[in-house]
C-alpha cells in the first residue's frame, strides 16, 4: 500500500500529530523509512493506519470536482441569468472606472516627472567677459 506523511496520517486518522507521535514512541504504531529529495523522512503506511485505526477517512480531490454528464445544465431560470448579466455589467463598469483611475494616475506621475526634470536643470554658468580696464591701469 502507500504510504503518508505524520501530518496526512493525523488527518486520515482525525486526531493530532502529537498522538501520532505518542503511538509512534509507544511501539504501537510502526513507521516507513522514506527517501524524499535526499533524506530520510518518517512515512506510514495506510494498512498500519488501517490495522490500528480500522478504517481511515479518504478525501479525494477529484470527486469534489467531478462533473455529473447527466445534471443538468439549464436548471438556471431567468431570473438568475439576468442577475448574472447585471453582476456583469456592473463588473465591466467598475473595470472600466479603474482603467480611467490608472491612466489619470499615469497622467499624474509623467507630469511630475515632468515638473521634476524642469526642477533639476542646470543651467551652464555664462561666460565672464573680462573685466573693464579702467583707465588708470593704463600707466601701470
Known amino acids: 500500500m502507500a504510504t503518508v506523511s505524520i501530518s496526512e496520517a493525523a488527518r486520515l486518522a482525525g486526531i493530532s500529530r502529537p498522538t501520532i507521535y505518542k503511538l509512534i514512541n509507544s511501539g504501537q504504531l510502526n513507521v516507513t523509512p522514506v527517501v524524499k529529495g535526499g533524506k530520510t523522512v518518517k512515512a506510514i503506511d495506510t494498512s498500519e493506519?488501517?490495522?490500528?485505526?480500522g478504517?481511515?477517512?479518504?478525501?479525494?480531490?477529484?470527486?469534489?470536482?467531478?462533473?455529473?454528464?447527466?445534471?443538468?445544465v439549464t436548471r438556471f431560470n431567468s431570473h438568475d441569468l439576468q442577475d448574472l448579466q447585471h453582476k456583469?455589467?456592473?463588473l465591466q463598469?467598475?473595470?472600466?472606472?479603474?482603467?480611467?483611475?490608472?491612466?489619470?494616475?499615469?497622467?499624474?506621475?509623467?507630469?511630475?516627472?515632468?515638473?521634476?526634470?524642469?526642477?533639476?536643470?542646470?543651467q551652464e554658468p555664462q561666460q565672464?567677459?573680462?573685466?573693464?580696464?579702467?583707465w588708470w591701469q593704463f600707466w601701470k
Open 128 to 134: 565672464l567677459s573680462p573685466p573693464p580696464v579702467r
Open 49 to 53: 493506519l488501517i490495522r490500528f485505526f
Open 88 to 90: 456583469i455589467e456592473l
Open 93 to 122: 463598469k467598475e473595470n472600466e472606472g479603474l482603467k480611467e483611475a490608472v491612466a489619470s494616475r499615469d497622467d499624474h506621475i509623467s507630469s511630475l516627472r515632468q515638473a521634476m526634470m524642469l526642477l533639476e536643470h542646470k
Open 55 to 72: 478504517t481511515i477517512e479518504s478525501f479525494s480531490v477529484a470527486t469534489d470536482f467531478t462533473v455529473n454528464p447527466e445534471q443538468d
